[in-house]
């Protein structure tokens, strides 16, 4: 399938970059989705994420992850830095099926934490990443966003053959406030993140203008690829 092909790539391109692959949970806590990642209760920047809750309550609610931030967090609590992961995975979020959303849907995100780490390294690693999965034809750019996790964000765009500019990554410098919720001391290690949609990538790569396509099953399309 054209989506694990895509997956497959990334994971090859990102392992030869000195990278490991960690997963964790589709059915999350909480804490770890938002409130680990500095979206408190009550932050208005949750409302975007419309989420699918398991279980709605005190003392803790569960529900299916709506990224693969989570598992950034998990990262930092499981081990000692420096840490150069990335974090394929499914997500899920309450949107209506359109030809640029899913309910459910695929992203792959980095955490990069070490020491000295700087938003130049983060460029750079995008820079790299541009070129080796595009091709050097293609030209990538940084614009100033928000997230509550990074500071500061950005979102990464690339440009396509005709001209035009599509955003593929939200990024920047992992958030203080997260690397106090994964053990880690700010003062002592920086690092930066970003995150991709898997399937959007794969759209672009091979010229697909709708995301239902990708999951209709039907043979005569996906055997193209």
Known sequence: HVVTQTWDRLEDLFVGMG????????????WHNFGA???PLGHPARDMYDTLYVDYGEPQSTLLRTHTSPVQIRVMEAGEPPFYSIMPGRVFRSDTADATHMPVFHQIEALVV??????ADLAGTLETFTTAYFGA???SRL???YFPFTEPSAEFDIQRPDGSWLELAGCGMVHPEVLRAGGLDPEEWSGFAFGFGLDRLALMRHGIDDLRELFRNDHRFLSQF
């Open 137 to 139: 034809g293609f030209t």
């Open 19 to 30: 990278y490991t692959v960690a997963e964790g949970p589709e059915i999350e806590d909480e």
């Open 37 to 39: 990642l500095n979206f």
């Open 143 to 145: 614009r100033p966003s």
């Open 114 to 119: 070490d020491r000295d780490i700087t938003f």
